[in-house]
């Protein structure tokens, strides 16, 4: 969701603080603007500014806008990409705000939720509103009572940076709900919400913690109530580069191998059939005492999170619940000392999962992460927990993280497990030869795009899977609706004849994961009925499965595998369906409309 960067050092701020806003774009937005000083006054000596600039739409018109503008170096600059949320998309409401003697300038994200009561009473004070957003009201608390008392005021989530033009030298930070990282090296101090924008330009960083604020100058950093902790900024800016790939959502499907690699790197072993994860070490005597486990999470990580329970219940044969976070946090549930609960998320930003967290810590439960963003609040604020290492993902949609999360839910379930089964030893092994089984499904995604060109006249579809593949056909349904905006439900099997068999008919195509497992001819069946009905079929099958070629119209053939790990495998041809049915389109498959790469409010 929006984003934010700020400068304060030696150097000229405004080319700075928007080529960190193109750092961010990822996160989608459809408004930007900066507030920097902008020239030194040679008769006063005195900084003028700051000068706003903000464009609707994409960077490239902020671009076109601050073309030839120049900012006084050693003073701040901050900018910020926004995604409409209290008011339309236009000028007025793109941040940076500004109070009424036009002295505060600051970017938010996050939700003031009391701005409606903050408004009235500001108004009564003779203050004067321009725009239609809650964020204004920020900057006019602060005018009234300054940034720290104002910040007392406010209900919601916040992350913030002010600049003042009293005081050109100063950026005021404050974070509460909403991410905040200070990119701290020689004197400079770069302000962003998302660590990805610091990427190359600092070693160290502070991720700011809850209710930490305080203020970043030429002349040192004061950061309170809790003291600043230096870290490491642990992004490869390599990575985050497109490389080769016209797309990061293709490029995100081709890491596909070698994020699964990464997620059980030094984490297996075959000889021992065993799984080690360190970040599940400190906690090694309360896991040995759990009965239960809950898994929260959301979009994607909650589809993942659905395999994972299978999985510990039937490998590590624990009770497992799941539930989507945004319906758990309000949710009245029994809670057991001797349950875990675990949270997956990408981002470790979510808002929903981060608030069904900090309830699960309250109620006192041991917390889990699986999380991808190192340094992320989900992760800082679980007890412990496991890095998926997959890098970070650009592309709007999840495509590798949903690979990485079913690599490292396999794993705890093999750790969790308290006996050692034959299955497990076959898992372990499986999973070190899967990544090349993924490489030759992507090799052959020319035939998938054939598919989609296939397919690209149905704007409705079905898609079918049971057992482990009914999540992964979950998945499959929200990736194309996603990206090629064509409406397609996930269905189990099983349910097909308690309701969607009513739509099937020659315009109503089913998108099968028909593989060869346990529930096999239960898939035969219902792809029977479907054809029966005129129902156009696309399977994914396992090679040399040759009634599956006379069954279906169309089949995406690929190696076989272990059941519990058929997901990782069949989701591939699912996700590069959805990104050439949205080539084909002429879509944005990067940034779908609508979307945000981390949804940081509720
Ligand atoms: C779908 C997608 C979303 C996310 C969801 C949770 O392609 O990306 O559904 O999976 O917003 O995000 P994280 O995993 O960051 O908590």
């Known amino acids: 969701m929006c984003g934010i960067t700020g400068y304060i050092g030696k150097k000229e701020g405004l080319p700075i603080v928007f080529d960190n806003l193109r750092k961010l774009e990822y996160r989608g937005y459809d408004s930007a603007g900066v507030a920097f000083f902008n020239a030194v006054s040679s008769i006063k000596h005195q900084v003028l500014g700051p000068k706003v600039i903000k464009a609707v739409g994409k960077l490239d018109n902020l671009e076109k806008a601050i073309r030839g503008a120049k900012s006084q170096a050693a003073t701040a600059a901050i900018a910020h990409t926004r995604w409409a949320t209290h008011g339309i998309p236009n ?45 204004e009201v920020l900057a006019h608390l602060i005018e009234e009572f ?23 030298e100063k950026i005021f930070v404050a974070r509460l709900g909403s991410p905040l990282v200070i990119g701290v090296g020689g004197g400079e101090y770069y302000v962003a919400s998302d660590p990805t924008a610091l990427a190359g330009l600092v070693k160290k960083v502070v991720y700011l913690k809850e209710g930490q604020r305080g203020w970043l100058s030429l002349s040192g950093m004061k950061i309170g109530p809790a003291r600043p902790r230096l870290e490491p900024l642990e992004i490869d800016p390599e990575q985050s580069r497109r490389g080769n790939y016209k797309h990061f959502m293709m490029k995100e499907i081709a890491e596909g191998p070698e994020v699964l690699e990464s997620a059980i790197r030094g984490r297996l072993s075959v000889r021992r059939n065993s799984v080690k994860l360190g970040g599940l070490e400190s906690v090694t005597d309360q896991l040995k005492r759990i009965k239960r486990l809950e898994i929260l999470a959301c979009g994607t990580s909650y589809y993942a999170s659905l395999i994972g329970k299978l999985l510990f219940e039937e490998l590590a044969d624990i009770p497992t619940e799941i539930a989507i976070a945004s319906e758990y946090r309000y949710a009245k549930r029994p809670v057991s000392s001797q349950s875990a609960a675990i949270f997956v998320s990408q981002s470790g930003e979510t808002a929903d999962t981060l608030a069904a967290l900090r309830k699960a810590n309250n109620q006192g439960l041991l917390t889990l992460g699986i999380v991808n963003a190192v340094g992320s609040s989900i992760a800082r604020e679980t007890v412990a927990g496991v890095y998926n290492h997959a890098g970070p993902e650009i592309g709007v949609a999840s495509t590798k993280a949903f690979i990485s999360q079913l690599g490292v839910l396999s794993l705890m379930a093999l750790h969790l497990s308290r006996q050692k089964l034959k299955l497990h030893k076959e898992i372990i092994k499986e999973l070190r030869i899967l990544p090349f089984k993924i490489e030759s499904v992507i090799k ?3 035939a998938i795009k054939t598919l989609a060109k296939k397919y690209l006249q149905y704007d409705n579809f079905l898609y079918l899977g049971r057992g482990y593949n009914y999540p992964a056909a979950l998945e499959g349904a929200l990736k194309i609706k996603e990206i090629s905006y064509v409406h397609a439900e996930g269905y189990a099997g099983g349910e097909m004849k308690h309701g969607p068999i009513a739509l099937i008919d020659k315009n109503f195509p089913t998108v099968a994961l028909a593989t060869q497992n346990r ?67 002429g879509y944005d498959v990067d940034k779908p409309r609508n979307l945000a790469k981390s949804v940081t409010v509720e």
């Open 91 to 135: 000028e007025t409401n793109a941040h940076p705000h500004t109070d009424c003697k036009k002295e505060i300038f600051l970017v938010h994200n996050g939700i003031v939720e009391n701005y409606r009561e903050l408004k009235t009473d500001l108004t009564k004070h003779g203050h004067h509103f321009y725009s239609d957003t809650d964020t």
């Open 146 to 168: 300054g940034p720290e008392l104002a910040l007392k005021k406010v209900v919601g989530a916040y992350a913030l940076a002010v600049i003042f033009k009293k005081e050109p």
């Open 444 to 446: 052959n995604s020319g």
């Open 519 to 585: 529930v096999y001819e239960k898939m035969i069946s219902n792809l029977e009925e479907i054809k029966a009905r005129s129902g156009p079929i696309l399977a994914i099958a396992t090679a040399g499965d040759k009634k599956m070629a006379k069954l279906a119209d169309d089949v995406f053939y690929v190696p076989k595998t272990i059941e519990q790990l058929e997901p990782i495998l069949n989701i591939v041809p699912l996700q590069l369906f959805a990104y050439y049915s949205g080539i084909l389109r």
